[in-house]
């Protein structure tokens, strides 16, 4: 197999200067050519020395129609690669990319600026959310002056809860991001959570588990029986829409309620439960685990689907 690594964003969010500086670094110095496919060019070029030094053939394909795979596999013919790096224009569709069989993505990287983040949330928000969907990393660079990173931060999550995500300004990474502006008081007996808060709680959890640890929550959920769960527990949650209409994830976690028997599935239920670091089988490791104190039936709310668009 040829692995391909993919490198994800609209112009100028950063990728030359990503794939740029990867290729300056001692742990890339390996043997064989790389293939640097370009998918667009930007106001910031490739240094020719920088190109010759890693032994790396860069190839500009402009038009998306010659993004083919048969023009890639007379790319790879003709430069006979051990790696492939392609610096994938965000303005393509990517869910119409297609590789060659045996090119596999060993990883994919999406670059975001920082300061158009919210234009193109707003108007691309399905082009941005093929791009960070099946990315294990999200770079944000260019965060300086930016002033609400942690709302950036849930968007992200909201399309890929798995990704790893970077902030940089023009020191480098930014290690410690300003506390979160959360609409509940992590300090109250029970924590109360509204629509928003509830998407907000479970997208924070994924993260700040130690926030929530031994703490009471309080939210109206839609009743979930996945066949596979142990006896007497069942995933309290909520519908979400986290680019656009046909983008609907169910985000909930497990929950231990010891009459789990006498619920359906599509029930509403107000339920109230201590949160807990536990490990769980279908987290494939720890996570977010809900011991139930009361679940009751409960009308379903006048907005039955979150919103993070």
């Known amino acids: ?14 990728k030359t200067e ?5 290729l300056a670094q001692p742990y890339f110095q390996i043997r064989g050519k790389t293939l640097l496919i370009l998918c ?21 394909i402009e038009e998306e129609e010659e993004f083919t795979t048969g023009r890639l596999i007379e790319l790879e013919k003709k430069y006979k690669p051990e790696r492939i790096i392609i610096e994938y224009n965000g303005m393509w569709n990517y869910k119409e990319m297609k590789l060659p069989w045996h090119w596999k993505i060993e990883q994919q990287i999406t670059t975001i ?13 399905s082009l941005l959310a093929e791009q960070i969907r099946k990315s294990e990393l999200i770079i944000f660079n260019r965060c300086d ?10 968007n992200i999550k909201a399309i890929n809860q798995k990704a790893e995500i970077v902030f940089e300004d023009a020191n480098g990474e930014i290690n ?29 959890s994924l993260d700040h588990l130690e926030r929530y640890e031994g703490k009471t929550v309080r939210f109206i959920a839609m009743v979930l029986k996945p066949e596979q769960f142990p006896h007497n527990y069942f995933v309290p949650g909520r519908m979400a829409m986290t680019c656009c209409a046909e983008d609907m994830a169910f985000l909930g976690y497990a929950c231990e309620y010891d009459q789990t028997d006498a619920l359906t599935n599509k029930q509403w239920v107000k ?14 490791g720890e996570g977010p685990v809900l011991h139930a104190l009361n679940v009751e039936p409960a009308k379903a709310p006048k907005e039955e689907v979150i919103s993070f668009v």
């Open 1 to 14: 197999m040829k692995p391909v690594y993919m490198i994800n964003g609209f112009l100028e969010s950063g």
């Open 18 to 22: 990503f794939i740029t500086y990867t």
């Open 40 to 60: 667009e060019e930007g106001e910031k070029e490739y240094d020719a020395d920088l190109l010759k030094q890693s032994r790396t053939e860069l190839v500009l």
């Open 113 to 125: 600026d920082a300061s158009t983040f919210p234009m193109y949330f707003t108007n691309m928000k």
């Open 145 to 154: 002056g930016v002033g609400d990173l942690s709302s950036y931060k849930r």
């Open 176 to 204: 410690e991001i300003m506390e979160e502006d959360l609409p509940y008081d992590l300090k109250a007996s029970v924590i109360d959570l509204n629509n928003e808060g509830y998407g907000i709680w479970y997208l924070d």
């Open 271 to 284: 339920v109230t439960a201590r949160v807990e670091k536990e490990y769980f089988a279908d987290y494939q």
